[in-house]
């Protein structure tokens, strides 16, 4: 079980998300497993997913890795229902203050933000702070139906830190923080649900910083 995920500091400046791969091959920033498959019962489906990641200090750059056998990006907008898409996640508390924001994004870099200390009454991100977000997607920018067919896809997203806009942040750097990663499906033909730290549960539910786990910055 991965206990802790260390984010490497890269020097890398005003990175777009189109590089992110590149720079983190060339800075050798290796791809962690997420593989809590905590519904297995129900949600027998288990896709391959990896993420990595690193900062410069002022840009989170993530970049995730699916492999799954049906590929869905429907979602017309940001902050639309990205999560009934092939989506991937990051929830994360960047201060101790019982708040915490969602940053999910589905296959084609459609991407919603939210703040709040629980699931219900979260404040979406307005469009201003979302267009902040750089994406790339190695199946295109354009929503598509369903895809078929066993294949893998990245994302890549180079957030910087006045995304988490509830909070001033000047840099990544040191920072401890908890958090999460996630990829879903809900409305694909074999929906699922996985975590990076593990959720103790009974059914999916992602809004839950209690089981948060650590990120550090280097």
Not at 61 to 69: A, H, S
Not at 70 to 96: K, M, Q, T, Y
Not at 163 to 187: I, Q, T
Request: glycine content about 6%; some cysteine.
């Amino acid at each position: 079980m991965t206990k802790t995920l260390n984010i490497k500091r890269i020097s890398a400046a005003s990175v777009g998300a189109a590089e992110i791969c590149r720079l983190l091959d060339e800075t050798n920033v290796e791809f962690v497993q997420v593989d809590n498959h905590c519904w297995a019962k129900d949600f027998p489906y288990k896709p391959q997913f990896e993420v990595r990641m690193a900062h410069n200090g002022k840009q989170l750059l993530i970049n995730y890795r699916v492999t799954e056998e049906c590929v869905r990006a429907v979602a017309p907008h940001d902050n639309g229902n990205v999560w009934e898409d092939s989506c991937c996640e990051l929830f994360i508390s960047p201060v101790a203050d019982g708040t915490y924001y969602n940053m999910e994004c589905n296959a084609a870099g459609t991407l919603l933000i939210g703040f709040g200390p629980e699931r219900e009454g979260r404040e979406r991100a307005k469009q201003e702070v979302l267009h902040k977000v750089d994406r790339w997607s190695s199946m295109g920018r354009e929503p598509f139906a369903d895809i078929n067919g066993k294949r893998t896809w990245q994302l890549c997203l180079a957030i910087p830190t006045e995304a988490y806009w509830h909070h001033s942040l000047e840099s990544f750097d040191r920072l401890k923080v908890k958090g999460n990663v996630y990829k879903c499906g809900d409305k694909l033909p074999y929906p699922h649900f996985l975590s990076l730290f593990p959720i103790d549960l009974p059914k999916p539910d992602f809004h839950r910083p209690d089981f948060f786990g650590d990120m550090i910055f280097e």
